[in-house]
């Protein structure tokens, strides 16, 4: 064994970096290592929230956890009492990443820059003294007495304590490095992507965005709201990833092809019915594609007519109540065949990862391998679009640092 290490990291990602500042800050003398497999640490995180990184979210408007957290509400639940939002947002101010929280909740670096995340984090480890060790694959992890012996594309290395924060794993194929230790991996599907839908009439509808749809999953009691965006290949935007993330793994067993309704407007059907009701009293002489209700635009409301098949040229006065009820049948269920799903360009994070039953919730030690530890996307934990997902990685780095340094 070439170098022994008090504790070593695999992956320099978001997870990896934070826990390996934290376990060096608590145990100023160890000797801490961060394999990375890439050229540079944190390559990822310099290109969260499209180059701005959405760092964490305020929660503020978290009604549920299970809402955020799809897989692994329960673990962060008890986690983000040790390491919260408000913490992440105290940690990064203080490390002089001056940081800015929006209306809608997410927080981002005031200077929009994702670079300085990825900055600030790389000079607090060489501070530290965290030895970098890029272009260094780990290979495998086997038990050596108190410790481990982990074979890396450069030779091996001996550690009292390892960190594996190797991040999602499409199709679960870098889990091979725990062959041997018998640690349970959920199966691995994507999660958060837009989805293909085939219909025509939407093509022409690109570039417009719903403020408040909600999207479900026919045949299931899954749902998500939240703006809608539709593309020249079909359907995204938050209430759309939001719905692939919770159908993550119903999606991937039907081979992405289902269908899907969208409630283009809120309220119930009595209320949509009323509105429509209210729209035809006041603009009675009015042909139906002149008036629509005000949160649609005129393109969709066209969109929306043909699919009620309603002429777009009829009256308001004319409309009958059979085809008011098309009307609000299309604006409360329109349904779509969805066709594949689409990653170009969009969040892409990971279901599945290390079985949440073999970690200590309150160090993710693993149960049946003292000294090693779990954090990241690595482990069946992840979420919603909104800065959930690296509050994660920050949360789950801090808690496994903190167990691997007993302190
Ligand atoms: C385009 C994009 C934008 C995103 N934007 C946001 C956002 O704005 N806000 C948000 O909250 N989330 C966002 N996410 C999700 C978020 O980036 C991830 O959930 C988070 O980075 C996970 O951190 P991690 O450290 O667990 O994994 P990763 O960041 O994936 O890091 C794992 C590291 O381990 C390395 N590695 C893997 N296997 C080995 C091995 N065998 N040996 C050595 N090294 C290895 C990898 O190369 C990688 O560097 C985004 C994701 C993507 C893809």
Known sequence: MDKGFDCVVIGGGAAGCFAAIEFARRCPD?????????????????VTGGGRCNITNSFGDVK???????????????????????????????????????????????SQNAMQVVNCLVYLMRKLGVCVMTETRAVSIVPDGEGYRIETSGGIIGA?????TIGGQPGGRGYSLLDGLDIDVVDCVPSLYGLCVDD????????????????????????????????????????????????????????????????????????????????????????????????????????????????AGMRWGALGGGERNRLVNVLTGDMY?????????????????????????????????PGLFFAGEAMDVDAVTGGFNLQAAWTTGYVAAQGAAGV
């Open 30 to 46: 160890a000797r801490v290592a961060v394999l990375e497999r890439g050229s540079r640490l944190l390559a990822k995180v310099a």
């Open 160 to 164: 009292e304590r390892v960190i594996v």
């Open 200 to 311: 025509g009439g939407l093509k022409e509808l690109t570039g417009t965005v719903i403020e408040n749809a909600v999207v479900s999953l026919t045949g299931t009691r899954i749902w998500a709201e939240g703006p809608m965006l539709v593309t020249h290949w079909g359907l995204s935007g938050p209430a759309v990833l939001k719905l692939s993330s919770y159908a993550a793994r119903i999606l991937s067993e039907r081979d992405y092809k289902a269908d899907i309704m969208v409630r283009w407007l809120t309220g119930d059907r009595e209320d949509i019915a009323e509105r429509l009701r209210e729209l035809a009293s006041g603009a009675s002489g009015k042909q139906l594609h002149n008036v629509y209700p005000r949160k649609l635009n005129g393109r969709l409301w066209l969109h929306l007519l043909r699919r009620a098949k309603l002429d």
């Open 337 to 369: 065949h969805v066709v594949g799903k689409n990653r170009f360009k969009e969040e892409f994070v990971t279901c599945g990862g290390v079985a949440l039953s073999g970690l200590k919730y309150d160090t993710l030690e693993s149960r049946s391998h």
């Open 64 to 110: 549920s956890l299970e809402r955020v957290y799809p897989r692994g509400h329960r673990l962060m639940k008890r986690l983000l009492y040790k390491f919260g939002p408000e913490d992440t947002f105290a940690w990064f101010e203080r490390e002089g990443v001056e940081l800015v929280t929006q209306d809608d909740g997410c927080v981002f670096p005031r």
